[in-house]
């Protein structure tokens, strides 16, 4: 099967909280368009959604039966509420992600954010301090670069 020359990524957004995830958005594009991929975005209502759009995405091939994505960066945020919600959609989406990725071979950033505090999410967001979301589009792209070294391709 053929590949593209450029990695091209899907950013899976939870929008839950819409500023955190722009920011997150922000860094991971800074970071895809220096290295020279391509991307396409797509939002989700929250966290506990993403691994799901990111398996409609992986099924989806171009007529060449390529797969349409390289990669997939997950970005998101959830804080730590009196309940314990907080608990089930951090573990849960954590294991879909990790599933998925073990399972399918997907090369994927994992940059949903699991905090105590709105602080706590901004630190790791904002670009000029944690920029976590370039931190998670510099793995994804890392993780094309090994799978493509390997001559793996997606199932």
């Known amino acids: 099967m053929p590949q593209r020359e450029k990695p091209h990524v899907l950013i899976v957004e939870a929008r839950f909280y819409d500023e955190i995830a722009d920011e997150l958005a922000r860094g991971a594009i800074a970071e895809l368009e220096r290295r020279g991929a391509t991307f396409e975005r797509v939002a989700v209502p929250g966290a506990f959604e993403i691994p799901v759009a990111i398996q409609f995405a992986a099924q989806a091939h171009d007529d060449d039966d390529v797969p349409t994505y390289d990669g997939y960066v997950a970005l998101g945020c959830v804080i730590r509420g009196e309940t314990s ?54 793995a994804c792209l890392d993780m094309i670069e090994l799978q493509r070294r390997f001559g793996v391709l997606e199932t």
Do not use: F, P
């Open 85 to 138: 919600h907080y608990d089930y959609v951090c573990g849960e989406s954590a294991r879909g992600l990790m599933d998925l990725s073990v399972q399918y071979g997907l090369c994927l950033g994992y940059g949903i954010l699991t905090v105590e505090n709105q602080e706590q999410a901004w630190a790791r967001a904002k670009v000029d301090q944690k920029n976590k979301g370039g931190d998670v589009a510099a």
